[in-house]
Structures are given as structure tokens and as C-alpha cells.
């Protein structure tokens, strides 16, 4: 798992129960859960580390955890969750099966415009996690055709911070499912209450932070299809008989109280489709 | 739970929106007298933005009332179906009633039809449609199942009645056991924005609103793909009482179907949203009396 990032982390935890209940009484469970920074190297030195162990299963959170086990390419029988879009990327192999996720961005795009006029809408992301960068360009394939200028904020360590503060005032952000940015939100965030910009998010932990809005899939439901793809593989299937899933139902989390030290009031429409709302 | 005061519940918002929505019945309403002592008292169902809704009609009450020489006051009802228990208890004297609660009210309360607005396209109807993202990989009843549904509320024709007789005439008997899950979104754009955002495979609602939303944004026409289409019903109709007496009906007709004709009425109907009014008769409602037989539902269990 890509260090402490929440929304991973309840995947996990979701994972332990939903495993742990699957798993045959008097059978031994262990499990080994390492939490790298989300570089590629660090990821890369953790999936070998488990290939040494000879595991019987890895389970990877995030598509750079993911691909970090893929490049590998042992024998070790994989299985992922919490990877933006699967179907959109080569994330296959013999021994590969998994639960992804999927949010439209659109939906997001319009809930921001819908809070205010956007000119510029900035896209903070990291170029070192896959799904990430995807994420991003599918934003800038919605803002040419919606005629929105579009920044995109590479972030790979948190000197690149300091980058927000070039961006535009009168703006809006997307903060981009990314370990890396998460890892660095508690210091993001302020700077975008500064901006008076409004941020939305598909990791919802993220509105604890002040960001304004999440559109996310609960990423419980995840680690629970996961556990069950796993207690399947431990239980003799092989993972290419075990059809990979994308979950895309998905939860709005509006954030009433970040809104007001912005200066934006929620429309009431958008209210009444929120699952959660924080006052 | 996110922080410790947030407010975990399907809509939260509509908490917020139910409160409004009771106050404001509140203050509008009035013991019952003679219907021109007192005025009228007119209901409306719920769109998905009540305060342009409110915007909407406040000219056309307003309208009435000068031209008819006492008050014609209005309600918005908490959802669609509360109409039919407010005209069960006798608190309303009319209502703008979108297709089901009028042919319910009509069959079952006797309430009488009277003029139907014809929107800025020309049309005085609408259809319902059955629509999915089209990245869910749905094309067919077939593919439906095990998914979610979203349904607009159960007095409604396009967001429930139609889609109920699609299903059972593709041979779903029991939507329970056929989606993993069914809810009512409570407005028709709602349903629509929980499609587009994933919270729901498949939803229902009128084409007006559809079409509406496409025009404010046009990248949901390519998020979204069209399964099935009802065939044309009334989209809103101004039902009376019975019991108002029929030269008071007819003064009303007159008066709505006269409004193109002055520049004060045109005024009215723009912010309306409508060109002009036509009249309504009880054979416009017959195709949702077939639709409900279709459905297996029996109109008047409604409550």
C-alpha cells in the first residue's frame, strides 16, 4: 500500500474483515502489510521484498503499487484494488486479477462549475503514479472541449508545492487520485483557501482537509471485492479464471463548511444530491 | 463518517429542502370557505430547483388573481404525491399536476382538467426516457440485471410508470430481485445526475428535463445513452375540483387561454417558460391509464 493514504487504508481495513471471514476456520492467515512512499523505487524495493518472502498472494492498492508488482513479473499471483480505470491501461497478466474503480469526471467538472464561473481550472497531480496522470489528461480533453484553460500541477515532492502559488487566482482545482498529492494535502490545501478557489477531490478523506466537494466510490466495497477474489486464488482458483472488476457507483461529499471560508455558497441543487454533507 | 458533524443520509440536502418546503406550505394555507371568499388555493409538484420553480409561477398567481378579481394563492408540495392527499382532505381547490396525479386525480377524485402549458419548443406533452452512461456497456433489458435503478418518484408517469411497463414487457416481474437496487430520487434531474455520476446504472425521467440539462451542458449528451422512450403524455395540466363551479372553470380557461393574446399575459408566459396555454380534456390522460394496466399497477393503491 502507497504509504498512509486513507482512502487505501479503509480499502484495506475492508479487506482484512471481508478476508478474514472468507478465510476456512483453521486456517492461518498472515498478513504482511508494507507502506512505502508512492515513488516507483520505493514501491519497486517492496514488491521484491514480498517476492522474497515468497508470498502466497500480493495484493496491491493504486495502480503504482499495481504496476510495481507487474514489472516484476513473478509468479506470485496478484490481486489489485483501488486502480483508477483499469480497462484503460495494460494492467494484465497471467497471474492478475483485481477490483478498479471508476468516477466521471465530468460529473466533477460540472459540480465545480456549477459553484462558481471557472476560466482556469488547475490539475494537481503526480507524473510518478499512472492513474494519476490519466486522470489529468482526461481533465484536459473536458476543458479544450468546454473552452477552460487548463494548468497542470506535476507534484513528486513537496518542494513542488511551492508551484501552487503561481497558479491563477480565479480558478477552481481537481486534485487528482494520487498517493503522492495525498500524502501532501494537509499543506495544499491551505494555499487553495487562500486562492478563495474551490477543490474537489475523488479521495473523500480529502474534505477533512477543506477540500470543497468528492465525488468517490467507496473504496470499502473495493477492498471487499478484492478480498474476495483473494480468498478465491488462496483457495486453489487460478486468477485467470477470476474476471476482473470495475466498481462505478459512487458517493458525493459536499463541504458546506470549507465552502463558507471561501466565500461560495452551495447551490441548493447541488445539496440535495450530496450523500454526506459537512456543515 | 468523514468529521464529526457531518450528516451521513441518502440526500442529506433534502432534509434542509423538506423543511423549506413544509414552512412555506404552511403560511400559504387557509380554513376552508367559499372557494371566491377566500381565492384559490392551488397546489404544485416539486421540481428539482423549487426556488426558480417558486420564481416561475409567483407571476402566473399573481396574473390569475388580477384577472379573475380575487387571490389565487399556491403551494409547492413536498413531493409528487402528496397532491392526491391534500385533495383527499379537501386543502386544495386545484393543482398543477404533471400526467399520473392528474389521471389519478381525474379518475379518483373526479377532478376536472382544464389547461395544459405549451413549452418553448411548442409542445405541450412529454416522454419519458430509460437512459445509461454510455461507459456502462448496457444496451439491452438483458444487461440490466443485477445493476442499480433509479426511479424519480412513484407518482410519476415517465419516472415510474413507464419504466415499470418497459420492464414487464421485457419479462422483469419483480424489479427487487431483477436490480440490486431501486430508489427514488425525488425530481427528475436528480435521477439524471445520479446516473451521470455512477450513483445509479439506470435511471428514468421526462425528456423536457433531460433536454434541459443537455442545454445548460452539452457534454451529457455524450456521457449518456437512451435505452427506451415513452410514447407522449400530458407534461403539466391544471386540474380543478369538481365542485368549482363550471363558470368559474370556464373564467379560468378563458383567462390562461387568453394570456398570448396581451402584453402583460406574454409577459407572464415568458417567464413561464411557455408560449401559450391549450385546453385539456380527459382523453389526453387515457395512454396512462394503459401504461399503469402494463405496469400491473393499480393507480388508485397509490397513497
Redesign the interface.
Known sequence: MPDNTPYYSTMHRAFVRELKRLTPPGQRLKIILQRPFPDPIALSNTARKLIAADVNLIVAYGSSATLAVIQERTDIPLVYAGFYNPEATAVQGRNVTGCGFKVPLTSILRYLRSLKQISTLSVVYSSLEEDSVRQANEFQRLTIEQHIRLTKINIKSRRDIEKLKSTTDDGAFFITGSAIVSSFIGDIIPMLQEKMAPSASIFPDQTADGVTLALYQPPAEQGKEAAKMAAKILLGTPPKNIAPEVLRDTELVVNLRAAKKIGINFPIHLIVEATTVIR | M??C??????????L??LVFLCLTAVTVQAPRVSAKARGLLIGIEPE????DQIERYRDLAGYLSDQLGFKVRLTIMSRYGEVIKRFKSRQLDGAFLSSFTAALGIKEFQLEPVASPVNLEGKSTSRGYIFV?R??GIKTVKDMRGK?FVFVDPATTEGYLFPMAFLRRHGVKDRHSFFSRCWFS??H??AL??V??????IGAAKDTVFNKQIAS?P??KS?LRIIAQSPPVPEVTLCLRDDIPASLRQRILSVLLNMKNTARGRQVLKKFAALRFIKANNSDFAPISNMAKEAGITMSDYK
Open positions: 468523514i468529521v458533524c457531518a450528516t451521513k443520509f441518502r440526500s442529506a440536502g433534502r434542509f429542502l428539482h430547483n423549487i426556488f452512461r461507459d456502462s442499480s425525488g425530481s434531474a436528480s445526475f445520479a451521470l455520476d455512477g450513483r445509479a446504472d451542458d457534454s451529457i456521457e
